[in-house]
């Protein structure tokens, strides 16, 4: 029986790689860069020889070895084929069986960085002990992963989770990064919420710490914390759109628990305040239980989540 399992998640700067055993404990993690030149071609091989070499390191032979789960920026589907993923250059690829083959056939899991994330979450982070739970990242967009019966909803092709592309405005003259207009992403990611607050101070002319100082999610977060009514009007805008957000999804894959994570998280629990009326005001009488929690994981719930993929 294999004792160790390698989790592996492509970011468009550096790629993530953890040793872990089976029971998913952390042994090693470190960093390779990713080189996206070429289309992306050293990818793949970069992760192969640093899987290797970390094997020879360790003296583990390849018998010993679960397998390798990947997490990566685009839409995988369940048969491990990316369908693009454009900061890596890279089009439609069979992400097993191109890694698996630079491996000599050792098996390899793939999914949506995002998605994997959550999976990781649910086994050893914010979501440990539910089976069913929706992880939400608010970093620079908005990210989610889907978890249901302990497994990720990828769709058809991989697109399950993009949470961050609900409509949820019908009067936004501002594109989203996707190309449509009054995306939840545009409101609720640190970007969204800067977007907001800037809206906010030329729209009005009172008195606020953020006037004048240079404005971002952490920013305004600092001071809705100190009593800025100016900031508690602005968080308030983003726990409306973020709330009613997440009551659509409640309703359609009843989570046990949502777990929240990304740069905004790091505000804390404070967000639940404003996010958690809009919710509870909208959602679904059946899932008004929902629970909220912080991901505990920062970034290193990605390798957590590949090596999961593997043992499952």
Same mark, same amino acid.
């Given at each position: 029986?294999?004792?160790? /399992?390698?989790?592996?998640?492509?970011?468009?700067?550096? /790629?993530?790689?953890?040793?872990?055993? @089976?029971?998913?404990?952390?042994?090693?993690?470190?960093?390779?860069?990713?080189?996206?030149?070429?289309?992306?071609?050293?990818?793949?091989?970069?992760?192969?020889?640093?899987?290797?070499?970390?094997?020879?390191?360790?003296?583990?032979?390849?018998?010993?070895?679960? !397998?390798?789960?990947?997490?990566?920026?685009?839409? @995988?589907?369940?048969?491990?084929?990316?369908?693009?993923?454009?900061?890596? !250059?890279?089009?439609?690829?069979?992400?097993?069986?191109?890694?698996?083959?630079?491996? #000599?056939?050792?098996?390899?899991?793939?999914?949506?960085?995002?998605?994997?994330?959550?999976?990781?979450?649910?086994?050893?982070?914010?979501?440990?002990?539910?089976?069913?739970?929706?992880?939400?990242?608010?970093?620079?967009?908005?990210?989610?992963?889907?978890?249901?019966?302990?497994?990720?909803?990828?769709?058809?092709?991989?697109?399950?989770?993009?949470?961050?592309?609900?409509?949820?405005?019908?009067?936004?003259?501002?594109?989203?990064?996707?190309? #449509?207009?009054?995306?939840?992403?545009?409101? %609720?990611?640190?970007?969204?919420?800067?977007?907001?607050?800037?809206?906010?101070?030329?729209?009005?002319?009172?008195?606020? @710490?953020?006037?004048?100082?240079?404005?971002?999610?952490?920013?305004?977060?600092?001071? *809705?914390?100190?009593?800025?009514?100016? %900031?508690?009007? *602005?968080?308030?805008?983003?726990?409306?759109?973020?709330?009613?957000?997440?009551?659509?999804?409640?309703?359609?894959?009843?989570?046990?628990?949502?777990?929240?994570? !990304?740069? *905004?998280?790091?505000?804390?629990?404070?967000?639940?305040?404003?996010?958690?009326?809009?919710?509870?005001?909208?959602?679904?009488? !059946?899932?008004?239980?929902?629970?909220? %929690?912080?991901?505990?994981?920062? #970034?290193?719930?990605?390798?957590?989540?590949?090596?999961?993929?593997?043992?499952?």
């Amino acid at each position: 029986m294999a004792n160790y /399992v390698f989790g592996v998640d492509i970011g468009g700067t550096t /790629v993530k790689l953890g040793l872990f055993d @089976v029971g998913g404990n952390v042994l090693d993690k470190w960093e390779i860069p990713t080189r996206t030149e070429n289309g992306g071609a050293n990818i793949l091989p970069d992760i192969a020889g640093s899987v290797r070499d970390k094997m020879k390191e360790k003296g583990i032979a390849a018998a010993d070895v679960a !397998g390798v789960g990947v997490g990566a920026p685009g839409p @995988v589907d369940g048969n491990g084929i990316i369908h693009k993923a454009v900061n890596l !250059g890279w089009g439609e690829m069979n992400l097993k069986k191109e890694l698996g083959a630079l491996l #000599n056939g050792m098996r390899v899991e793939g999914g949506n960085d995002a998605n994997v994330a959550a999976l990781g979450e649910m086994w050893k982070g914010g979501g440990q002990g539910y089976r069913n739970l929706v992880a939400v990242t608010l970093g620079t967009g908005v990210g989610g992963g889907i978890i249901i019966d302990g497994k990720i909803l990828t769709g058809a092709t991989g697109s399950g989770g993009e949470i961050g592309h609900i409509h949820v405005e019908d009067h936004e003259s501002e594109a989203c990064g996707c190309g #449509n207009y009054g995306c939840l992403e545009e409101y %609720a990611s640190a970007t969204g919420i800067t977007r907001l607050a800037n809206r906010r101070l030329q729209a009005s002319g009172e008195d606020s @710490v953020l006037r004048g100082a240079e404005v971002s999610a952490k920013t305004v977060f600092d001071a *809705v914390k100190a009593g800025d009514k100016l %900031a508690v009007e *602005v968080a308030g805008q983003f726990g409306e759109y973020l709330g009613k957000g997440l009551a659509v999804i409640a309703g359609v894959v009843n989570p046990e628990i949502f777990v929240i994570g !990304g740069g *905004v998280s790091k505000a804390g629990e404070i967000l639940f305040e404003y996010i958690r009326p809009a919710f509870d005001r909208t959602v679904f009488h !059946g899932c008004k239980n929902t629970k909220f %929690a912080l991901a505990t994981l920062g #970034n290193d719930a990605g390798i957590y989540g590949a090596a999961r993929m593997v043992l499952d």
